[in-house]
């Protein structure tokens, strides 16, 4: 099976993209994958873009690292020998040395099953092979923002923004460009949770145990339902609730970054 990203090895390297803003220091990202080539041509391009770099070839070797080294990022393949990228996942999230590092997951085209599952499992982001390192570097730096942003915010009772939407945590009020929006509390506990999640996509799975517990059985069908009710309530911003196929949905903070 081919692993190789669309880019021509030969071409020239995309251009320097900035570290996010506010890094005191040089970040560091663990890639992990059992194709030699591959992780040399990322290691590169993140180097140059201002990364340190660790690199690991299979699963327990990937989990020994981030535990020795606590990386900022691990780059993961799903497709790895012996402990695959999904167990690798699981260990990661479930160890408390490790389960606040964002992962990027490599997936292969097609394994949309595969992607829920990782996102379920804790996983902030996925990107499909082939892929530009353009793409991929962007979906880091993203990423490495949005931890940022949760580090550093405290929700409880806070004004949450994303464009033009305001959440009132405390008041439970909705306003977009300065206008209330009238929303149920099921809409609005899905809102809210699409705005936590800072970008991050949610499955439908994870959507319905934040708005409804999970004791409650509800339908994807259903949460489909309520997104449709929230964008038609959010009338000219409807665009901020983005819909990733076969997956779930994310929260964008501008008309331009949807995929």
Same mark, same amino acid.
């Given at each position: 099976?081919?692993?190789?990203?669309?880019?021509?090895?030969?071409?020239?390297?995309?251009?320097?993209?900035?570290?996010?803003?506010?890094?005191?220091?040089?970040?560091?990202?663990?890639?992990?994958?059992?194709?030699?080539?591959?992780?040399?041509?990322?290691?590169?391009?993140?180097?140059?873009?201002?990364?340190?770099?660790?690199?690991?070839?299979?699963?327990?070797?990937?989990?020994?690292?981030?535990?020795?080294?606590?990386?900022?990022?691990?780059? /993961?393949? $799903?497709? %790895?020998?012996?402990?695959? +990228?999904?167990?690798? #996942? *699981?260990?990661?999230?479930? =160890?408390?040395?490790?389960?606040?590092?964002?992962?990027?997951?490599?997936?292969?085209?097609?394994?949309?099953?595969?992607?829920?599952?990782?996102?379920?499992?804790?996983?902030?982001?996925?990107?499909?092979?082939?892929?530009?390192?353009?793409?991929?570097?962007?979906?880091?730096?993203?990423?490495?923002?949005?931890?940022?942003?949760?580090?550093?915010?405290?929700?409880?009772?806070?004004?949450?923004?994303?464009?033009?939407?305001?959440?009132?945590?405390?008041?439970?009020?909705?306003?977009?460009?300065?206008?209330?929006?009238?929303?149920?509390?099921?809409?609005?506990? /899905?809102? $809210?949770? %699409?705005?936590?999640?800072? +970008?991050?996509?949610? #499955? *439908?799975?994870?959507?319905? =145990?934040?708005?409804?517990?999970?004791?409650?059985?509800?339908?994807?069908?259903?949460?489909?339902?309520?997104?449709?009710?929230?964008?038609?309530?959010?009338?000219?911003?409807?665009?901020?609730?983005?819909?990733?196929?076969?997956?779930?949905?994310?929260?964008?903070?501008?008309?331009?970054?949807?995929?």
């Amino acid at each position: 099976m081919s692993k190789s990203p669309d880019s021509n090895r030969t071409a020239p390297a995309p251009r320097a993209m900035p570290v996010p803003s506010g890094s005191a220091s040089r970040r560091t990202v663990l890639v992990v994958d059992d194709e030699k080539d591959l992780v040399e041509l990322i290691s590169f391009n993140l180097q140059r873009n201002g990364f340190d770099v660790l690199s690991a070839y299979n699963g327990n070797e990937a989990i020994e690292i981030a535990q020795r080294e606590k990386p900022d990022l691990i780059i /993961l393949d $799903l497709m %790895l020998p012996g402990i695959d +990228g999904m167990e690798v #996942t *699981r260990r990661l999230k479930a =160890d408390s040395r490790t389960a606040g590092i964002p992962l990027v997951m490599l997936t292969a085209k097609g394994e949309e099953t595969d992607v829920v599952v990782g996102l379920t499992l804790g996983a902030d982001d996925y990107v499909t092979k082939p892929f530009s390192m353009k793409i991929l570097l962007a979906r880091l730096n993203t990423v490495l923002r949005r931890a940022e942003q949760a580090q550093t915010a405290d929700d409880s009772g806070a004004m949450l923004r994303a464009g033009p939407l305001e959440i009132d945590t405390a008041k439970h009020e909705v306003l977009v460009g300065g206008e209330p929006v009238k929303l149920t509390l099921t809409e609005f506990k /899905l809102l $809210l949770s %699409l705005v936590q999640a800072r +970008g991050r996509v949610l #499955t *439908r799975d994870q959507l319905m =145990d934040k708005a409804m517990g999970t004791d409650v059985f509800v339908t994807d069908r259903a949460i489909d339902v309520h997104v449709t009710a929230i964008r038609k309530k959010l009338g000219s911003a409807s665009w901020l609730v983005h819909t990733v196929r076969g997956v779930g949905y994310r929260l964008q903070e501008s008309q331009e970054s949807g995929e």
